[in-house]
C-alpha cells in the first residue's frame, strides 16, 4: 500500500476485508481458549508486563464497533512466553534454504498457532496500551515519540518493513525509547487476498529488517485492516510472533477532527485496553495532537501504560 493513500483507497479496502467473512474482521473476533496458561484469564488478552496480581477486572471497553464484546468468556490467555536464555546465533537464519526467513535463532519458544488475535491484556488492572500503526513515517513518528518520551511511557509500533527499511534511525530510536516493535508486514497488503508464500515474504523480510536493524526479531504482529487469515496464524507463529488485534479503534485514519480521536480514547478507556491509532498511511497530524491531549488524561484517570510481555 502506498503511505499516502487517499483514505477513500484505504477504505475501500476495509470493506474489502469486511466482505471475505467475520474471520477477516477483528472486531468480530476474539481469542479463544488456545492459551497455554494454566490459569484461566479474559478471553482475547495478553499479559501485560508487570502484572496486576490475578483476578484483575477484565470487563470488556466500550469498543465503538461492539467488537471487544464478542470476546468468550472462560477461555485462557497465553502465559508470558519467555525467551531461551540460549545464546543468539544471529545469523542462523542465512543459513536456512533459501526463502524463508526464520527469526534469528531459531532461539525461542514458539508460540502456538492461534485462530484469532489477541484483542486486550488480561491481569494489568488499569492498564492500557498505546499501539501505532503503519510507520514509521518522518513526519509524525517523531511527534509521537516526543509525547511518550515526556510522560515516559511505552507503547507499541506495528511498523511496515518498507517504511522501516526507509527510515531506519526512527526505527532504532522506538527500540532505544523502550518501545515495543511489532510486524505489520511489509507492504500493507490484504493477507487474505495473498498465497502463503506472499504472506511469509510479507512477514518474513519485516522481521528480518527489523532483527537486522534492533538485534532482535518483532514478538507481535498485526494484519494490515486487521484481516487475519490461517496462513497468517502460522506464519506468525513459525515467525516467532503472537498476533495482537485491538480492543478501541480511534478510527483516527478517517481524519475525523482531533477531538474525536480523543474522545474515542477517553470513552473506550478500561482496564486492558489496547487502543489502535496510526503513526503513517496518510496525514496523521490529529493522531499525533490527540495523543498530547490524551496520554495526559489517561494518566490522570490513574491508567498505567503498558506493553504485553511474551
Ligand atoms: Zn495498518
Redesign the pocket.
Known sequence: MKKDQPSAGRRSLLRAAAALGATATVGLLAVEGVGRSPRPSAAGTAQATGAAPAGAPSASAAAPSASASAAADGAAGPEAVPLAGSPVNATAYRLRPMTSYAPSAVRRVLPPVRSRPFLKLSGAGRAMVLTF??GPDPRYTPGILKTLRKYDVPAMF?I?GEMADAHRGLLREMADDGHVVGN?TWS?PLIPSLPPSRIRDEMGRTSEVVDRELGSAPLWY?A??GAWNKHSFEIGAELGMEPLAWTVDTLDWTEPGTGTIVRRVREGAGPGVVVLS?DA?GDRSQSVAALRSYLPWLLDQGYRITVPRR
Do not use: A, N
Open positions: 500503526d503503519d506495528f511496515c505489520h500493507h498485526r494490515p485492516f496510526h498511511g
